[in-house]
């Protein structure tokens, strides 16, 4: 069975100070990966989709980005916080463009 | 943009009661989704319906998609404490690609 972790599940950071967030899939391979920002009273909205390896689009102009280095693994960055990138993150996964993304577990983060 | 609408945003009911959530689009919708969100964790996915009239059940979980496909409902027949949690409806862009923009969720509670 197929699996997604991401983590860590809180964080707390400064502002100013560098974002790595980690997800990886398991049990599949070549799946589309998502990352997602949740935002209070705002649903959830789609950041970056990735198809493959080292293809990434990015949905919304912002100050995050993102990467695949491998095939299962999507990484969320950003060099330096800024307050408004407080949210909560949740990365997903997808057999194809057209089926359900079966979501990771979110990442809390609070940009301090 | 395309917008979902979802209502009512929170719903209180007693344990055994009946309730339905809507999803209202301005636009056609490609494919519309359910998902149940417990607070702080991951969605989880319940149901995906994309043509006009379907209707989908899963325990005691009703989804039905109008024949246009601009409004889905949600209904959950006597309803328990586990069924609590924020109900998020989404729907695929034109893009595809997953790129689903979401309601901004109907919190549930329900009392014992």
């Known amino acids: 069975s197929q699996t997604i972790h991401q983590w860590p599940a809180t964080l707390v950071q400064p502002v100013g100070s560098p974002l790595s967030l980690e997800c990886t899939v398991e049990?599949?391979?070549?799946?589309?990966l998502y990352w997602y920002r949740q935002a209070a009273g705002r649903g959830l909205q789609l950041l970056f989709y990735?198809?493959?390896?080292?293809?990434i689009s990015s949905e919304v102009p912002q100050n995050l980005s993102a990467s695949r280095p491998q095939d299962r693994q999507f990484i969320l960055s950003s060099k330096k916080l800024l307050l408004s990138d407080s949210g909560f993150y949740l990365c997903?996964?997808?057999?194809?463009?057209?089926?359900?993304?079966?979501f990771g577990q979110g990442t809390r983060l609070t940009v301090v | 943009s395309q917008e979902l609408e979802q209502s009512p945003q929170s719903l209180i009911v007693q344990e055994g009661k009946n309730l339905t959530i809507n999803c209202t689009s301005s636009?056609?919708?490609?494919?519309l989704y359910w998902y149940k969100q417990k607070y702080g964790e991951g969605l989880i996915f319940l149901m995906m319906?994309?043509?006009?009239?379907e209707e989908k059940s899963h325990e005691k979980i009703t989804a039905k998609l109008d024949e246009k496909k601009q409004q889905s409902s949600l209904h959950i027949t006597a309803s328990q404490p586990s069924h609590a949690g924020i109900y998020l409806c989404?729907?695929?862009?034109?893009?595809?690609?997953?790129?689903?923009?979401f309601g901004t969720g109907t919190r549930l509670t329900v009392i014992p």
């Open positions: 997903a996964w997808s057999w194809t463009q057209d089926t359900e993304a079966f």
């Open positions: 049990g599949t391979s070549n799946p589309n």
């Open positions: 990735s198809v493959g390896i080292g293809q």
């Open positions: 636009k056609t919708l490609y494919g």
């Open positions: 319906l994309q043509k006009g009239g």
């Open positions: 989404g729907a695929d862009r034109e893009t595809g690609a997953n790129n689903l923009f």
